[in-house]
């Protein structure tokens, strides 16, 4: 069955400091991952995804993210954390063996402080 | 290029009462899904569409909610009848290719009361 994990509920990090924010998955065949953020009263905004090729992909407003096929993870990374960048972080996860279902996990939110 | 469009923004109902939604994804695009997103979780995948055929509909409360995708355009999802437990933000996406992101509309918020 296809799965995302958010395992942490909240990360906290000071401006400037680097961030990551964690998801593990699991699906069948090759896996298309996606993460999105979410602002207060706003929709899902796409950051960055990998489909294929290059394990380190570069997205909006400076995160990046790596896949890690053996860990079966791809953590959102960015290298100095801004008080901006507080929101609500979505991992996603894509089927691509049929149905190309899309699920996302619980979220982790970002807080950033000054 | 227009977004996904949704409506109506919000809605506060009565339990019992039905509610629908329309969605009108950007033109093109194939496959729609509808999430449902409770304060502070993850969006829950209700029921995908391939054109207008159901690709997935294996989360949806099929005894309360229903979701159509005629001439494989708009979308209609329906609660009916609604309870507490389904208030909740109901978000549209669609996206342009199998390995295409979400496209997402800005959500419509239902209350129940």
């Known amino acids: 069955a296809q799965s995302v994990a958010q395992p942490e509920d909240q990360v906290n990090v000071a401006e400037g400091n680097p961030l990551t924010v964690k998801c593990t998955y699991s699906?069948?065949?090759?896996?298309?991952l996606f993460w999105y953020v979410q602002y207060p009263n706003r929709g899902l905004q796409f950051l960055l995804k990998?489909?294929?090729?290059?394990?380190l992909v570069k997205g909006s407003y400076g995160f990046e993210a790596e896949f890690n096929k053996s860990q079966t993870s791809f953590h959102l990374k960015k290298p100095s954390a801004l008080v901006s960048d507080s929101a609500l972080y979505f991992c996603a996860v894509r089927d691509n063996t049929g149905g190309f279902k899309t699920i996302f996990g619980a979220g982790t939110r970002l807080f950033v402080k000054a | 290029e227009a977004g996904v469009a949704q409506s109506p923004r919000y809605k506060i109902i009565e339990k019992r009462q039905s509610v629908a939604f329309w969605c009108n994804p950007i033109s093109g695009h194939a496959t729609l899904y509808w999430y449902q997103q409770i304060l502070g979780q993850g969006p829950k995948l209700l029921i995908q569409f391939q054109n207008n055929g159901v690709v997935d509909d294996s989360q949806l409360p099929k005894d309360r909610f229903s979701a159509e995708r005629l001439k494989g355009v708009d979308s209609t999802l329906k609660i009916q009848p609604a309870k507490l437990e389904d208030s909740a933000v109901y978000l549209c996406?669609?996206?342009?290719?199998?390995?295409?992101?979400?496209?997402f509309g800005e959500g419509s918020r239902l209350t129940v009361l």
């Open positions: 990998y489909i294929t090729g290059d394990n």
């Open positions: 996406a669609s996206i342009p290719s199998n390995t295409g992101e979400l496209f």
């Open positions: 699906v069948s065949g090759n896996p298309y």
